[in-house]
Structure formats: C-alpha cells, structure tokens
C-alpha cells in the first residue's frame, strides 16, 4: 500500500475533526421532551421545540426534561379530622414542568422534584381534609376539598416552575386499630340482633306449640265425649235387643246363656284357669240333668231355668 500525502493526510483529519465538531454542535430533541442548554454548568437558553439544534461543541451541554404530565404517589398519611376521628389517606398528584430554567435552578432534577412535591402533598392534605369531619372527607365533598388542595398545592409548586394539574385521593381507610374496634362493635351488634332474633322465635315456637296443645287436648275431649255417648248409646241399643230377645223366648234365652256359661266354664282355660268343685245336683247342671232325664232328690225345679247361667258366666 502506497503511503498518503502529506496533504490528503491534513485533508481526512480536517474532514474528521469537521464530522466530530459537527456531531458535537447538533443536538435532538423529542416531541415529548424541552432542552436547557448549559455552558458551564450555567443555563443559556431553553428549548420548547422539537427536532435538531445547534449548541457550542464541548462547552455547551444539554440537559433534557420531561414535558408531559407526569405521576407522583404520596405515601400514606394517617389525618385527623376535625371530629378528632382518624383516617389513613393515600393520594396522588399529576404535574407538568412548564418553566424548564426555573425548574432547573430550584430542583435540579425531576427526582428531587418529586421528593419536594410528596413532602408538601402530605402537608397540603392535612391542612385541607383536617378541617371537616370524617364524613366530609368519605362523602361528596371531596371533590371540592381536592379542589382546593389543588389549588394550594399550585400556587406552593410555581415557585419550582412546575404546573399542578390536579391532586386525587386513591384510597381512604381506618387505622388498623380503629378497623378491629368497629369490626367487634358491628360483630357485637349482630349476635345481639342475632340472640334478639332467637328469642322471637322461641316466644312464637312455643306460642305455636301451646296452640297446638291445647287444640289437641280439645280433639282429644271431643273425641272421648263422643266415643263415650257413641258407646253409651250402643249399650243401650244391645240392652234394649238382649231385652227384646228375651221378652220373645225366655226359655230359649236362658238355655242359650246356660250353654255359652258351659263353654266359658269347662273350657281348658275357662273361669281364668280356676279350678271349681260343685256337687253334682246343683242348679248350675240342671240342664244336664234334664238332658239325660233326671232328676235330683229334694231339688225343687227352679221357677225360672236359666238363673245360674249368668252368675256362672259372671264367675
């Protein structure tokens, strides 16, 4: 390989130190982004519009912020409200940086920015939620409270070159302690309520199961004192057929009843297993006797046949 010139040699560094010091005086900026431009540390001037900008190489530098609407989350906060009731607040607010020099000369950087912001966020919240009670806070009133902690928040942030766009409250909560209070107090309320319930319906059990009682004790009254005229009546209607029987054929009758006093008496298992020892001429055989054509010494006949029968059946 032939060796360069001197001149084409002064030529290509030339043209390389042109292409660096070009590089070195352009800079780029975003759409969602504002430039300052510093020389030494000092700001020179500030950049709102997008694409490419010329600087002086390597004694400017360029330091890019966020033009969008950017988040910070405060941490939560336990305020007092002003019926002295506690309540754990947990916010956010939304910003934007509309004064980059300003910023830049205050804060530095978005992160101390940001720090600046929670630190006053949680002051800002317990000036404006401490002066209501604590159902202001959970109720529609909040949309005028967090208006003015907007507000206040805004004129606070200015002086930083930030713009507060508005302060929202994510979640509102009891302490932990205050939690577990009102949990046993509403636990206590319902097993009152619960017991109360028991009570009513213990007192209505039992009212129904008297009711049911007593209107048995009536069915069953009923029903005995009609069993008992239903039999009255049925006794009275076989005294009356035995007695018409009767009127009709006496001897027959009372044959009929000796024979059934027979069969009750001389069974295996008659007169209840009682053993009976009767002389021979007594009335009680009578019509054995006159079966077999006897008839007993000194025993008159009886006026009326049949008279032993029901003692016997009786026995």
């Avoid at 239903?230 to 007695?243: H, S």
């Avoid at 009709?248 to 009372?254: A, L, M, N, R, Y």
């Amino acid at each position: 390989m032939s060796r360069l010139s001197i001149p084409t040699t002064i030529t290509l560094v030339a043209l390389a130190a042109l292409v660096v010091l070009g590089i070195a005086s352009l800079f780029t900026v975003q759409q969602t982004q504002q430039a300052l431009v510093l020389q030494f540390g000092e700001p020179v001037g500030v950049v709102n519009e997008p694409g490419l900008h010329v600087k002086m190489p390597f004694i400017q530098n360029v330091v890019y912020l966020d033009k969008r609407i950017l988040h910070v989350d405060g941490a939560a906060a336990q305020i007092l409200a002003s019926d002295q009731k506690r309540l754990v607040v947990d916010a956010f607010l939304r910003y934007r940086i509309v004064d980059p020099l300003l910023f830049y000369q205050s804060v530095r950087t978005q992160q101390t920015a940001e720090a600046r912001l929670q630190s006053v966020l949680d002051a800002t919240l317990r000036q404006t939620l401490g002066r209501v009670p604590l159902l202001g806070i959970v109720s529609e009133q909040r949309t005028a409270l967090m208006a003015e902690a907007t507000r206040i928040m805004g004129e606070q942030a200015r002086s930083l070159g930030i713009q507060v766009i508005d302060v929202r409250v994510k979640r509102t909560d009891l302490p932990e302690e205050n939690t577990q209070a009102i949990f046993a107090r509403m636990r206590t309320e319902r097993e009152r309520e619960a017991r109360e319930y028991r009570a009513q319906g213990a007192e209505e059990a039992l009212r129904v199961r008297s009711g049911a009682d007593r209107d048995r004790t009536v069915l069953i009254a009923e029903a005995q004192r009609s069993a008992e005229i239903l039999r009255g009546e049925g006794d009275a209607t076989a005294v009356k057929v035995y007695a018409d029987a009767f009127g009709q054929d006496v001897e027959f009758f009372t044959f009929y009843r000796s024979m059934q006093a027979y069969r009750d008496a001389l069974a295996p298992n008659g007169a209840n297993g009682t053993t009976m020892v009767l002389a021979p001429d007594t009335e009680f055989f009578r019509y054995f006797r006159s079966l077999l054509g006897e008839q007993p010494t000194g025993v008159k006949p009886p006026a009326t046949p049949g008279a032993a029968a029901p003692t016997a059946q009786a026995r």
